[in-house]
């Protein structure tokens, strides 16, 4: 009996429709198909309207740094509601099956992630950065290296080891310029011998790198690793103004590649340690713990330091945390609930929210990650090339 091939049965408007819907290890599949499948799915257009509708549901991809060796992690992608439903056998099934990789992950954007390597000499040391996508298995090549000289203003001796971090602190950060349609990596340089800050881009596929701005102002971040959001990449940390610090977030506008600075609210600036931020349902977040407290403050606009609104001020009592905990932290949100994970003496607990209801529906542990950070990536699978 001869077969009817789907091509005919089906236009290619509705081939697009039924297929962006699919996973990308499908589509690798069904590029197979026939040419015209391949041509579809390999479609630019196609590819956009697939990462759209991927990023309605996106993974988290956690990462776990041993403390003191930074180049060792372990990453595992999760659905947000199975790791909502059931935190720790989730986490560590997904562990169990995760290898160890000697990379330096700092950004994860349109299904794309980035990771950071480097060299030192007695002179000076080098950076490039690598796009991967761990869906298609595809890895771009390693970029054109940054080289950053000691500009410490002193002679090097051969009996002293500098310390490079304190020499050039550097932050990272990667995220999608959408009105140039590029991928950008951005390293904020403080030279803290000079007390200076330049800013250095490289977009995916240049042959060099680029450096935007130099000014002097002063500015430390409590994590190298910025928050991506919606053509933006940010920082928390405290600027020098006066001999004093003040607590803000240093955001990286991709768009027109320039700097500035967010205040966050005053009645939470306190004490400096005790804050993080993130990104939760599309919205930049600030954490606080408090001495008794635990606040959330989500910033609608990124680019609108005035549309700050409260999502969340919980006693730790509440919490049912005996005490303070600087390392409560949020790792996602679903509907009204929220999860949330803190570590004490070693190990991890997991606490599940109920923002409608103000209460703690259940508490999930104990999980031991012994000398383990853990921080969080929302990851949206996709067809998006580093090639």
């Excluded at 991809?61 to 947000?80: D, G, N, T, Y």
């Excluded at 002679?155 to 550097?170: Q, S, V, W």
Aim: proline share 3%.
């Amino acid at each position: 009996m001869a077969t009817i091939s789907s091509d005919r049965i089906l236009n290619d408007d509705l081939i697009v429709e039924i297929l962006s819907w699919l996973p990308v290890t499908s589509l690798g599949r069904f590029r197979c198909v026939s040419k015209t499948w391949k041509f579809l799915i390999s479609n630019t257009c196609f590819v956009k309207l697939h990462l759209e509708r991927s990023s309605r549901n996106p993974q988290l991809l956690l990462m776990l740094i041993k403390e003191h060796e930074k180049q060792c992690f372990i990453a595992s992608f999760f659905s947000v509601s199975s790791l909502i439903q059931n935190p720790v056998s989730t986490f560590r099934d997904s562990l169990d099956h995760s290898p160890n990789r000697r990379r330096i992950l700092f950004g994860s954007c349109n299904g794309l992630l980035c990771t950071h390597d480097s060299v030192s000499t007695d002179e000076s040391e080098e950076h490039w950065v690598n796009f991967w996508n761990p869906v298609t298995k595809i890895s771009s090549r390693s970029s054109p290296s940054l080289r950053l000289s000691y500009d410490t203003g002193f002679p090097y001796h051969n009996n002293f080891e500098y310390n490079t971090d304190f020499l050039h602190r550097k932050n990272f950060g990667f995220g999608y310029d959408d009105r140039r349609d590029c991928y950008k990596v951005v390293i904020i340089l403080f030279h803290t011998g000079q007390r200076r800050t330049s800013v250095w881009i490289y977009c995916m596929g240049d042959v060099c790198w680029r450096r935007t701005m130099i000014n002097y102002s002063t500015f430390h971040s409590f994590d190298s690793n910025g928050h991506s959001l919606n053509g933006t990449v940010n920082w928390l940390g405290f600027s020098s103004e006066e001999s004093r610090m003040k607590l803000r977030i240093l955001s990286y506008d991709l768009h027109n590649d320039t700097c500035r600075y967010l205040s966050v609210p005053e009645l939470l600036c306190k004490e400096l340690s005790a804050n993080s931020i993130g990104v939760l349902n599309g919205c930049l977040c600030f954490s606080h713990c408090g001495k008794t407290d635990f606040d959330v403050l989500v910033l609608k606009d990124v680019r609108d330091e005035t549309s700050w609104t409260h999502l969340l001020s919980v006693s730790y009592k509440s919490l049912q945390i005996k005490e303070h905990n600087s390392n409560l932290r949020i790792l996602c949100m679903s509907g009204d609930l929220l999860l949330l994970t803190y570590s004490k003496m070693g190990y991890r607990d997991f606490i599940v929210f109920n923002l409608k209801d103000n209460k703690v529906e259940r508490i999930e542990g104990i999980f031991q990650l012994l000398l383990f950070n853990i921080f969080s990536f929302h990851y949206a699978p996709s067809l998006i090339s580093p090639i």
